[in-house]
């Protein structure tokens, strides 16, 4: 039996959603996703969101607010880290940065 060029179409289709479901704005392409969700762990971002929004502190990352373009989100991810003194390197500040984008912001 050969395969039916309809069923081709559909897998690449499925494969180009995906592709795009996953893609990241330019300032945050390449960056390390696993650094970011350890480094939010380590500072205990959310801990303190938590005491300001409750819940798992998830609300506090706010898509309509004032944090509108993911060059903001990674600026805003910097100033914590110069109030918070976490010392974080540039590319981490972007990597964390990226995750947020893409569990919270979702910008493209
Ligand atoms: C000492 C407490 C504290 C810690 C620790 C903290 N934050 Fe926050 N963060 C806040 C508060 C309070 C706000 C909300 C400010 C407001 O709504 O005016 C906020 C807001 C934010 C926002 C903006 C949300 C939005 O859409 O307006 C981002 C992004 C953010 N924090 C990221 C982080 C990250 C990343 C870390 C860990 C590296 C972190 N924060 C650690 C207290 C904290």
């Known amino acids: 039996m050969k395969t039916s060029p309809g069923l081709l179409l559909v897998c690449i289709l499925n494969w180009l959603c ?38 798992n502190g998830d609300a506090i990352y706010k898509p309509q ?5 993911p060059a903001l989100l990674r600026g805003m991810v910097e100033h914590c880290n110069t109030e918070l003194n976490l010392s974080l390197f540039p590319e981490e500040v972007t990597a964390v940065a990226a995750v947020l984008s893409r569990d919270h912001y979702r910008f493209k």
């Not at 893609?23 to 005491?51: R, T, W, Y």
């Not at 607010?65 to 373009?69: D, L, N, S, V």
């Open 18 to 55: 995906m592709a795009m479901a996953h893609a990241q704005p330019a300032i945050f392409q390449g960056a390390d996703m696993k650094l970011g969700a350890q480094l939010i762990q380590e500072h205990q971002c959310a801990s303190c969101h938590v005491n300001k929004v409750g819940g």
């Open 65 to 69: 607010g004032r944090i509108q373009t």
